[in-house]
């Protein structure tokens, strides 16, 4: 069975200090790795979609990396508009259902 | 713009009654999703449609019923058998391509009274 894992659960970040979010993941062959921004009340928004290991992908101030066991959500000089809660998937390679994290709630106070 | 339009925003639900939530997208896809969100808890899937008039079970299908008429609508009941309905409720479609991942909707909160 898929699984996904988000650590930590919640993040409390000053602005501009920079940190990390952890996606680990078992899947049986990975068509593809997904991080998604979630605001309160509201539906997710795409970030990036990783297909293999070693690919990076940037957006502003968010950089996303993927191993074979686990992906990384980098957050740099954040800013308090990045508060949010992001939300890693994986889908299988022979399936269209994604199983998702409980996500990593991030908060950055000015 | 294109997009998945999810109605009601709020829907109340007394004991014993069905409630359906909405689902309409216009972005063309064929496939589409209905997931539940719980606090703390990571998204869950309830049905999918991969073509019209056709749906598979998710892992918590118990309680729900979906139909899949058009390409451009999937409506998700909640019946009175499903004990705990209180939660939020979102409906995807598959976006393929450069960007291929869901595109979300913006949920229903549903909440039992």
């Known amino acids: 069975e898929d699984q996904v894992t988000q650590s930590p659960e919640a993040l409390r970040l000053q602005e501009g200090e920079s940190s990390s979010l952890n996606c680990s993941y078992t899947v049986s062959g990975l068509r593809g790795l997904f991080w998604y921004r979630q605001d309160p009340g509201k539906g997710p928004e795409f970030l990036f979609t990783l297909y293999s290991a070693g690919e990076e992908k940037e957006k502003e101030r968010l950089k996303a990396t993927l191993t074979k066991k686990e992906s990384f959500l980098h957050i740099t000089a954040p800013k308090p508009e990045d508060s949010a809660t992001y939300l890693c998937a994986v889908q299988p390679a022979n399936d269209y259902k994604l199983s998702f994290g409980a996500g990593t709630t991030v908060t950055v106070r000015a | 713009d294109g997009g998945i339009t999810q109605s009601p925003k709020y829907l109340f639900r007394k004991e014993g009654q069905n409630v359906t939530l909405s689902c309409e997208q216009n972005l063309n896809h064929d496939a589409m999703y209905w997931y539940r969100q719980d606090p703390g808890q990571g998204l869950r899937l309830i049905y999918y449609?991969?073509?019209?008039?056709?749906?598979q079970k998710g892992d918590i299908a118990e309680g729900y019923s979906v139909s899949r008429e058009k390409k451009e609508s999937f409506p998700l009941t909640v019946t009175s058998a499903q004990k705990n309905p209180t939660a939020f409720y979102l409906c995807?479609?598959?976006?393929?391509?450069?960007?291929?991942?869901?595109?979300f909707g913006s949920g229903t909160r549903l909440t039992v009274v």
């Open positions: 449609s991969q073509i019209v008039n056709d749906f």
């Open positions: 995807a479609s598959i976006r393929t391509g450069e960007n291929y991942g869901y595109t």
